[in-house]
Each structure stands twice: as structure tokens, then as C-alpha cells.
């Protein structure tokens, strides 16, 4: 019974930690990276700044796919389309609380709306750039 009694309570506990509020986490002002690398390739790299936990600055430090740089590509129509589309992505979180907001990207369909060749906002895999700017956030300020 004790080990039962035990068990409830260690759960319970873990439960109550994990569903902590993210907009109860502070982090601290300053400028965050963050990359997001599939088979060892960096494919999206982040920086952004926060001030009292409001992004005041963001860009790409890298936007790769398939071997082409989507910063400076020129070469593909389609490329620059896409490019744009995940640049509105970044801009949707300036000025914004990083903790509420960020989860907005999951529905990257509701931020961006040009159609570009086919792909539109919602077909946008904005998943890479959360985990990006996820990385940021857990490995800390950069520079302050």
C-alpha cells in the first residue's frame, strides 16, 4: 500500500512539473542561436533577441534544403517563394511574447496565406524552425 501511495504521488508530482505554464518560464535578454540539423547538415539556423521575453530582433542565420542556400538562391522562383514564406514566419513572432506565441508556428496555414508555386503557408514545414528557436531557448543567451 505504502508503494502505491508512493507512486500516486511521485506521478502526480511529474505531472504538475511537466504542465507548468510556458508563459510562467522567464528567460533572460539577450541574443539566442539555435540550429535545427537533419543528418548532420544544418539546415535552418536561428537568431533571435529578447527583451522581458518579447522577440525584438530575428533572422536566419542559415536556410538549407536539399543542397540549395534559400537566403541567396537565385536561381529558382519557387526557391525565393519559399523563402519569403518562412521569412514571414520569423517576422510573425516580432514583437511578440516567445512563450505564447511561438506555438502559433504549429499553424504556420493561419500566418502565411501566398500561395508560391503550389505551396502555400500550410504545406510549410515550420516544424524545422521551431526546433531552431527551441535550441536557441535551452542552450541560453549568446550574447548580452
Given at each position: 500500500m505504502k508503494k502505491l501511495i508512493l507512486l500516486i504521488l511521485s506521478t502526480a508530482l511529474v505531472f504538475t512539473v511537466a504542465n507548468v505554464s510556458a508563459a510562467e518560464t522567464n528567460y533572460e535578454n539577450g541574443t539566442y542561436r539555435g540550429i535545427f540539423a537533419d543528418r548532420g547538415d544544418i539546415q535552418v539556423a536561428i537568431q533571435l533577441t529578447?527583451?522581458?521575453n518579447?522577440?525584438?530582433?530575428?533572422?536566419?542565420?542559415?536556410?538549407?534544403?536539399?543542397?540549395?542556400?534559400?537566403r541567396t538562391s537565385k536561381r529558382y522562383s519557387t526557391v525565393n517563394g519559399i523563402r519569403d514564406q518562412h521569412?514571414?514566419?520569423?517576422?510573425?513572432?516580432l514583437g511578440k511574447d516567445i512563450r505564447i506565441s511561438l506555438a502559433d508556428l504549429y499553424h504556420p496555414g493561419s500566418i502565411v496565406t501566398t500561395e508560391i508555386d503550389g505551396f502555400?503557408?500550410?504545406?510549410?514545414?515550420?516544424?524545422?524552425?521551431?526546433?531552431?528557436?527551441n535550441d536557441a531557448l535551452n542552450r541560453g543567451v549568446y550574447r548580452y
Open positions: 529578447l527583451e522581458n518579447m522577440v525584438t530582433d530575428i533572422s536566419f542565420r542559415q536556410l538549407y534544403h536539399s543542397g540549395i542556400d534559400y521569412q514571414q514566419l520569423i517576422n510573425y513572432l502555400t503557408g500550410a504545406t510549410l514545414r515550420s516544424g524545422k524552425i521551431i526546433s531552431a528557436i
